[in-house]
Structure formats: C-alpha cells, structure tokens
C-alpha cells in the first residue's frame, strides 16, 4: 500500500521536545519533496517546513524557525521533525505530505497525522 506513515507525537511539557518521524511505505521517498503541516480543529493549514528532494534544501515558516529542525534518511525511506524548544501554541495535529517540490501546492501522498499538545 502507498501511504506515508506518521509517528512520534504526544503530550510534552513546555520547553520540551519531541520528535516526528514521517516513512513512505509503496514508493521511494527521496523523489519526493516532504512537507510538514499543522492544523487545529476549524483553523487552516499551516506551513511547518520543508525539504526538498534535489539538494536537501529545507525551508521553515518563521513561527517554529530556530526550534524545528527537518531532516531525511533516504536509506529509511524517513524525513523526520525534531522540535524543541515546544511552546503550548505548537499544539496541533501534525501532517506529512510528499509532492515534486517545496512549495508547489500539489501534494501526492499525505499522513494520517499524529497529535502534538504541549501543555504543563
């Protein structure tokens, strides 16, 4: 079955961290541009961050910029979310997608999503 499969979400103190991981199951993830999301129950989307598949350029929104890092192991077929530093507005569900690029709004696979709450 094609699908990426999420893990590592929780509920983690304030200054605490966690870290997500994201595997591609079917399909060859180093093709692939991997974006992380957030949302909250009724909110939008939100950009999280990005790497690109080329040249492992990565990219992050400005809310999570210095406390989130994003990586991937082609040979696990994983990209993970390191973050640190988590503040009880990082509180959302958490989503993976792949698509050709970063940035290119068109996402082919997508996580099932996994819970982030921080709270003391």
């Known amino acids: 079955q094609v699908q990426l499969v999420q893990s590592g979400g929780g509920l983690v103190q304030p200054g605490g961290s966690l870290r997500l991981s994201c595997v591609a199951s079917?399909?060859?993830?180093?093709?692939?541009?991997i974006s992380w999301f957030r949302q909250a129950p009724g909110k939008e989307r939100e950009d999280v961050s990005c790497?690109?598949?080329?040249?492992?350029?990565?990219y992050y929104a400005g809310p999570v910029k210095g406390r989130f890092t994003i990586s991937r192991d082609n040979a696990k077929n994983t990209v993970y979310l390191q973050m640190n530093s988590l503040k009880p507005e990082d509180t959302f569900v958490y989503y993976c997608?792949?698509?050709?690029?970063?940035?290119?709004?068109?996402?082919?696979?997508w996580g099932q999503g996994t819970q982030v709450t921080v709270s003391s």
């Open positions: 079917g399909f060859t993830l180093n093709y692939y541009a």
């Open positions: 790497i690109s598949s080329r040249d492992g350029s990565t």
């Open positions: 997608a792949a698509s050709s690029s970063c940035g290119s709004g068109l996402y082919d696979y």
